[in-house]
């Protein structure tokens, strides 16, 4: 049996590979879904991922956006809502779409691969829901 990092790395390089440049999210969640991922949650600014996974859990540690003490941005929906439409079209990277959002004041997000949807969430108890389509993935 493929142990669980092995499993997720892997479904990640795949999604890597076949994920468009532009609106790839759905590419991208859909692979991970077909590779047993359930949920992921991540933390900002930390850039930390909990990947809740059929078989059990997994952790992935990015680099932190900031370190030391910081005051929390406040949330800013249309903020995080452009953050959002220039990552589905193509023009930022995953780590600038981070650092967009944590400016817009989001402290971390769920993204649900089951009912296909991703709510972030502020320090205040404010929250996001955006929903993506399901796609079909040719490997």
Same mark, same amino acid.
């Given at each position: ?35 047993? +991922? %359930? ?9 930390? @991922?909990?990947?809740?996974?059929? #078989? $059990? ?13 910081? +005051? %929390? ?9 452009? @953050?959002?439409?220039?990552?589905? #079209? $193509?023009?930022?990277?995953?780590p600038e779409f981070l650092k967009a959002a944590w400016e817009a004041g989001v402290i971390g997000y769920d993204v649900d691969f089951i009912y296909r949807k991703v709510i972030y969430y502020g320090a ?16």
């Amino acid at each position: 049996m493929v142990n669980l990092t092995t499993k997720l790395t892997e479904a990640q390089k795949l999604a890597m590979s076949v994920r468009p440049k532009v609106g790839g999210f759905p590419t991208l969640a859909e692979v991970l879904r077909e590779a047993g +991922v %359930i949920m992921n949650r991540w933390y900002l600014p930390s850039c930390q @991922a909990v990947y809740q996974m059929n #078989e $059990g859990s997994v952790v992935q540690q990015g680099t932190p956006l900031v370190s030391g003490v910081h +005051v %929390i941005p406040k949330f800013q929906r249309e903020a995080l809502i452009k @953050a959002l439409r220039a990552d589905q #079209e $193509g023009k930022s990277t995953f780590p600038e779409f981070l650092k967009a959002a944590w400016e817009a004041g989001v402290i971390g997000y769920d993204v649900d691969f089951i009912y296909r949807k991703v709510i972030y969430y502020g320090a205040n108890g404010e929250s996001y829901l955006e929903e993506y389509p399901a796609v079909t993935v040719e490997n």
